[in-house]
């Protein structure tokens, strides 16, 4: 079961995510929404390596080799002597080679980070509009509706404002304020 709860500042959220650690809640299961970029440990910590740089410098290399190829393997597929020249020319491979390069590293770079995003989402996630707004969303996976029920009230007393859930059916999630309960299908 995911959840998503809703603050209105940073040290609420904060308080909450340490509240879920004290109570045994595991940090993997634990994801913060924001519409600022936080570095990693502010709330959460995933403790993940990003390896989209080594994408980058794959797709650079493999560029690199293609554009020496297409160079090296045009000149020595039509021959064409001049003077006392060499039949490959390495100043206009070099050229090919590394406009190759560096197109092949931006589109690896692009893939890299599409693919660090999780674009486009595989399965249906939790978002609230307020977290674009400037809200903070903490999402909690939990294996079992106990577990949930027990984090809420934990979150309940750090401050959260509203809560969403999704219990694995591919209907809209419900969203819960404090002072009720909304279908998010009816929300225009």
Excluded: H
Excluded at 20 to 27: I, P, Q, S, T
Excluded at 47 to 68: E, M, N, P, Y
């Amino acid at each position: 079961m995911e959840t998503l709860w809703i603050f209105s500042n940073l040290e609420s959220a904060a308080r909450a995510v340490e509240s879920l650690v004290k109570a045994g809640f595991d940090e993997k299961e634990i994801t913060s929404l924001t519409s600022v970029a936080y570095p990693d440990g502010v709330l959460v910590t995933t403790g993940k390596r990003s390896w989209f740089q080594w994408l980058a410098l794959a797709g650079g290399i493999v560029g690199a080799a293609a554009g020496f190829l297409l160079a090296a393997g045009t000149a020595a597929l039509y021959p064409v002597q001049t003077g006392d020249k060499p039949i490959i020319a390495y100043y206009p491979a070099g050229i090919i080679t590394f406009e190759l390069a560096m197109l092949f590293a931006m589109l690896g770079t692009v893939t890299g980070m599409f693919l660090e995003m999780k674009l486009p989402p595989r399965e249906k996630r939790l978002y609230d509009p307020a977290i674009s707004e400037g809200c903070i969303g903490i999402s909690l996976t939990t294996a079992s509706e106990d577990d949930s029920l027990r984090a809420g009230e934990l979150l309940k007393k750090s401050g959260a404002l509203s809560w969403t859930y999704l219990c694995g059916t591919p209907v809209a999630p419900v969203r819960k304020t404090l002072e009720g309960t909304r279908d998010a299908r009816n929300d225009g």
